[in-house]
């Protein structure tokens, strides 16, 4: 078995739906003392409720209202980890959006959003927790990138790929710079997630989504939660700069005929 979490200060950015609430909850249920963030007050305050609700022994989950775009936003958002939780060993820097629109159509104001959200508030959060992260001695930044920029492609994702893509070139090089702190970096690529997020692109978008993954069915939040989880412990103290797809083996098949072969009943 894994050494124990429990007790571990935890941050989750974009922790208050969707794959961010899976995470948060896969630590908390493992005794960490959670703080999420997100921007919409409701959403925060049931979502810290029911994780607190569930948490084991000795975890806890509270909020803070922070947008990870502001640099202004992200100080306050680590000062918080700081005051309530003592410090922060782990950062989860999940919060993203990820909006469609083709590369003809793309404004400026698209490009400012994703990728000051998805990559500028990567970049934002890691540094404002770095002081804290390096006090830890055992500091692990984990980020939600996704196998879209980074394995695959899809329509109407340039910039949304371009983000998440670029969240990986800004790993390597942090986990070479944050090695001598004792902080590692890496990052879960996930696949389709049933997500609140997710549930916006439509029926017709998740059907075909489904049809491409060999396992036949949209990943689970809890399912990322465990991969970042498993990143966060001592036992992966010496994986730095690394990713881990988890997608139900949907970057695998070369061809329709490799997808034939996973049909039910095949
Ligand atoms: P979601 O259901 O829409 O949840 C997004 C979370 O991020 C919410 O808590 C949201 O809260 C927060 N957020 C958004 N913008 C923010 C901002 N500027 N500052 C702080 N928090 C912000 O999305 P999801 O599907 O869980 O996706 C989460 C992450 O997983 C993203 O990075 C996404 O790229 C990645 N991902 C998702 C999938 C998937 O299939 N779902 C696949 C691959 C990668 P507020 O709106 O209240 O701020």
């Known amino acids: 078995m894994f050494t124990s979490i429990a007790g571990r200060a935890v941050v989750v950015t974009g922790g208050t739906r ?3 609430k899976g995470i948060a909850g896969v630590f908390a249920r493992n005794g960490a003392r959670v703080l999420i963030t997100g921007r919409d007050a409701a959403a925060a305050r049931s979502a810290a409720e029911e994780l607190s609700a569930a948490a084991g022994p000795g975890g806890e ?3 803070v209202l922070a947008d990870v775009s502001s640099r202004e936003d992200c100080r306050r958002m680590a000062a918080i980890a700081q005051e309530r939780l003592g410090g922060v060993d782990v950062l989860c820097a999940n919060a993203g959006i990820f909006p469609d629109g083709r590369l003809e159509d793309l404004t400026e104001d698209d490009l400012d959003q994703v990728f000051g959200i998805n990559l500028k508030g990567t970049v934002l959060s890691v540094q404002a927790c770095l002081p804290a ?4 001695g055992r500091g692990r930044v984990i980020l939600t990138s996704s196998i879209t920029g980074p ?4 329509p109407g994702w340039t910039h949304y790929g371009a983000s998440k893509a670029g969240q990986l070139g800004f790993m ?4 070479i710079e944050l090695a001598p702190k004792g902080i590692t970096v890496n990052a879960v690529l996930p696949g389709n997630v049933a997500t609140e997020g997710l549930a916006t692109m439509g029926e017709d978008y998740a ?3 489904t049809a491409a993954i060999p396992m036949r069915r949209l990943g689970t939040v809890d399912e990322i939660g465990y991969a ?3 990143f966060a412990t001592d036992e992966a103290a010496y994986i730095t700069g690394q990713s881990m797809v988890v997608d139900g083996g949907q970057v695998l098949p070369e061809s329709p005929e490799a997808m034939a072969v996973a049909e039910p009943g095949a």
């Open 18 to 20: 969707g794959i961010g």
């Open 61 to 63: 989950v509270s909020y």
């Open 133 to 136: 992260l390096e006090r830890s």
């Open 151 to 154: 394995i695959t492609g899809f």
């Open 172 to 175: 390597r090089t942090a986990a």
């Open 207 to 209: 059907a075909g989504m």
């Open 228 to 230: 970042a989880l498993f």
